[in-house]
């Protein structure tokens, strides 16, 4: 059990852009199709894990704090890429609402 939720919070989509956005500094590369060709990766998945960096701090926050299996099962990335759609004030607004749906207890709040 343990090495499945070590496995799956190495796959956070919030720890995978943090690590695309290293290794794109270390390459000193210009733009993610460059990168994802010099790497082998699928330039739009590379894309939509570094939008996520773009969420509002209470809500990376609350998922780097917060690394639980439930949390890591049901913020995907493409939940956290639709969020980056809105703004500021409805992005957190429905992730806090979604986070009260998985378990309204468990959680602390982002400040």
């Known amino acids: 059990m343990h090495e499945t939720f070590v496995a799956r919070r190495e796959r ?35 894309s939509r894990h570094l939008r996520t960096l773009r969420l509002p701090e209470e809500i990376t926050n609350f998922l780097d704090q917060n690394q639980t299996p439930e949390v890591l099962r049901h913020f995907t990335v493409k939940r956290l890429y639709a969020l980056t759609r809105l703004s500021d004030t409805e992005a957190t607004a429905s992730f806090m609402q979604e986070v009260c749906e998985i378990t309204p207890r468990e959680f602390t709040t982002p400040a």
């Not at 390459?27 to 010099?38: G, K, L, P, Q, V």
């Open 12 to 46: 956070s989509p919030l720890q995978k852009a943090w690590e695309y956005q290293r290794r794109m500094q270390e390459m000193s590369t210009i733009s993610i199709r460059e990168f994802a060709r010099r790497t082998g990766e699928d330039w739009s998945v590379v």
